[in-house]
């Protein structure tokens, strides 16, 4: 939506009636155009990866809107540790960008942080992004419907392996999801293992269909190394 004054760009501070300028949009970290519907990592032809067809998510389908890296990183940075709730809808507006023809789900349940993660940062940044989307899109929020059980440690301070086992049996769910389509939104995806454990629990509470909802996808340094061969053989 355009403003009725000229505002600044984002990321260049360049005059524009958006958020972003037209040139900043355009340069944003955009997925692998072939990649796995399931992890979001490059594959051949979209065809879901052979780590997927070994160890399948739990999740039915995963969209992300960019890739973790600069400058959609230090945007997420901004929201989560300087409190800048500015970004959040930007963020939004990121996803919502490449939900066109996404199938839209019953309900939305953001990603939650522990009481005293929460106390910590004083807002959930998932949350936050969810507010916008839900608006957007019409989609109720279930911000209340899983509760973080378990104070984890920060999954960016553990190795791919870890962060597996430091998510089990780190969440509940205390609603009624029956016969529901559900959406679990969160700001980045790295292993998935936040996601696919909280996954299973929506399903233990009849969710029949889950798709996963994150801003960003972080890209292990093969599958980047990967996605940047392909970019180049496109040139």
């Avoid at 959040?88 to 990603?111: E, F, Q, T, Y």
């Avoid at 984890?152 to 009624?176: I, V």
Wanted: glycine content about 2%; some cysteine.
């Amino acid at each position: 939506m355009q403003t009725l004054f000229p505002t600044n760009c984002l990321l260049c501070l360049a005059d524009c009636e958006s958020d972003l300028c037209r040139a900043c949009r355009e340069s944003l970290p955009q997925l692998p155009s072939e990649h796995c519907s399931l992890c979001l990592l490059p594959t051949k032809d979209s065809c879901i990866c052979g780590n997927c067809l070994k160890h399948p998510p739990v999740w039915t389908q995963a969209l992300a809107a960019l890739q973790y890296v600069f400058p959609i990183d230090a945007m997420i940075h901004s929201l989560k540790y300087q409190g800048n709730l500015t970004v959040a809808p930007i963020l939004a507006n990121l996803l919502l960008a490449k939900m066109n023809h996404c199938p839209l789900p019953d309900v939305i349940i953001p990603v939650p942080l522990h009481p005293i993660k929460l106390q910590e940062r004083g807002f959930n940044q998932a949350l936050e992004i969810s507010r916008h989307i839900s608006r957007q899109i019409n989609v109720p929020l279930l911000p209340h419907a899983c509760v973080r059980t378990r104070d984890t440690f920060s999954q960016t301070e553990l190795s791919w392996k870890k962060r597996l086992t430091n998510m089990q049996n780190a969440f509940e769910c205390t609603t009624s999801l029956a016969h529901k389509q559900v959406a679990l939104l969160d700001d980045v995806m790295t292993s998935g293992a936040t996601l696919n454990e909280l996954d299973k629990v929506v399903r233990k509470h009849g969710a029949t269909r889950v798709s996963v909802w994150v801003i960003a996808r972080a890209m292990p340094s093969s599958a980047l190394i990967k996605a940047t061969e392909h970019h180049q053989t496109m040139l």
